[in-house]
């Protein structure tokens, strides 16, 4: 599977992104899909996730209310709308597939695939 995401760039406090990964191939019902992301000197955090087949979403706390994971199982698509985006919000967001069950879809070794990045910026 490979995953290409896009949807990064450079904005300013208050201002809102839309981030798409696509999927090579047909995912499975079992898969779920994630999003996190890596500011400069720290490590990899979830952001959010979906189950592919129910769609049952999860944040982190940081972005709880303000992003939205959403998926589209017709073009393979993850989506993460991201609003009121605040200077901390601002680093490198990966999406993620996970082909088998879970009790811990925040960390990142439940997944086995990942895109290559985008960079999300926010200046204050």
């Known amino acids: 599977v490979q995953l290409q995401a896009s949807g990064g760039g450079l904005v300013q406090a208050g201002d809102s992104l839309r981030l798409s990964c696509a999927a090579s191939?047909?995912?499975?019902?079992?898969?779920?899909m994630g999003w996190f992301r890596q500011a400069p000197g720290k490590e990899r955090e979830f952001a959010a996730s979906?189950?592919?087949?129910?769609?049952?979403?999860n944040y982190a706390d940081a972005v709880k209310g303000r992003f939205t994971i959403s998926r589209d199982t017709a073009k393979n698509t993850v989506y993460l709308q991201m609003n009121s985006l605040k200077p901390e919000d601002t680093a490198v967001y990966y999406c993620?597939?996970?082909?088998?069950?879970?009790?811990?879809?925040?960390?990142?070794?439940?997944?086995?695939?990942w895109g290559q990045g985008t960079q999300v910026t926010v200046s204050s």
């Open positions: 993620a597939v996970g082909l088998y069950g879970s009790s811990d879809y925040t960390s990142p070794t439940t997944y086995n695939y």
């Open positions: 979906i189950s592919w087949a129910a769609g049952y979403r």
């Open positions: 191939e047909r995912t499975f019902s079992s898969v779920h």
